[in-house]
């Protein structure tokens, strides 16, 4: 198991960035009134955010690093790494992180690249930046998002309905004595096709039968695929045990962590995440019900909106959970208690 | 674990299930299932019994006996 800390590296300051554009679960058309119904209860999505046709996840990114680094007058000089996370890339080729770098203005010094993780891409792109940025010093951009609203049907009921599109910035900082951060990170190809687009990469390239719509399911095979109850059980089983070793190797108790905030998969998910931790709702923020899942973005956009459960944390230390397609999962301990967390932006 | 009992273990997942459950029933076709009721349904046996119905089960499983089978055999 992938459990390490990452010493004297802080994260400066977090924003996030959703489109402005409103959908509602309530006059989704492709389900009857009482799948809406059980749909919203379950899911606890009542209303999504959806990008208008050319907004890309790098957009949305873009938006929020550019409030982020104005806010905290950040001289992009000083920043040597830029990873983008995402699903959702500009291009198949080439990688959306270097197109990022010149449109922020980084210098040609800066490393860039791009990671393709979803709903634990937050967890895994904090560790991948941290890692580098005690070798190249300075400061690094860590860029997560997705417009996962373009890779459903919207006449997919078991999908569609449940995403929505967010794009986030990070700025984190090499600083001699800044608290570790503590990893716990695995993954689990076995389940790799438990949300899956399967045409249109190298092992099934778009054909003409890519196209073809099952009527059944409401979806093609160049759209993704979501199994609903492998997800869940995945995220049951394997979540709650990567958390408490966590702790167990940072030597916390669950009541020493000011609070959790986990992936945004469902209210289902996520109450029993709590209840089984034994922590009431204040200490597990959901944004679910405003903002979707928001895939990779969740956990930024989630702490955006929580800066009230941060202020009543009074310091201490809090978990950030992500779990999802892969299967890929991972916990990350760490100190926010100096970040400038950024009020949620629109565009 | 009895029939009697799993069925009651089966109705206990929904909300308010008004019709009438038997081991014949075809419950894909109950007015109130749907994907989210399948979660739903997995959750309360997984939390009463431990017992975890997987995706395949459910796909493949047409009445409540087929349930019951898969589950009398985990």
Known sequence: MAKFAIDHVSIEGVSACVPQNKVFNRDYVYQSPKEQAQFIKTTGIEERRIALEGTTASDLCLAAARRLLAQLACDTAEINLLVFVSQTPDYKIPCTATILQDKLGLSKRCLAFDVNLGCSGYVYGLSIVASLLTHLKGKALLLVGDVSSTCVNPKDKTAAPLFSDAGSASLLRYQKGSAPMYFNLQSDGAGYDAIITPDGGARNPINDASFTFDVTLGRSRADMILDGIKVFNFSRREVLPNVRELLEYTGMEIQDIGFFVFHQANKLMNDMLAKKLGIDSEQAPQTLAKLGNTSSASIPVTLVQSVHQMQLSMGKEIVLSGFGVGLSWGSVQLDLSKTNILPLIEI | ?74
């Open chain 2, 1 to 74: 674990m009895e029939m009697h009992d799993f069925i009651k273990l089966f109705k206990e997942s929904f909300d308010d299930l008004q019709e009438d459950v038997k081991p014949s029933t075809q419950f894909k076709q109950l007015d109130q299932w749907t994907s989210m009721q399948a979660l739903l349904l997995i959750a309360h046996v997984d939390d009463t019994t431990g017992f975890v119905f997987s995706s395949e089960n459910i796909r493949d499983a047409v009445t409540i006996e087929d349930l019951y089978q898969i589950f009398q055999a985990g």
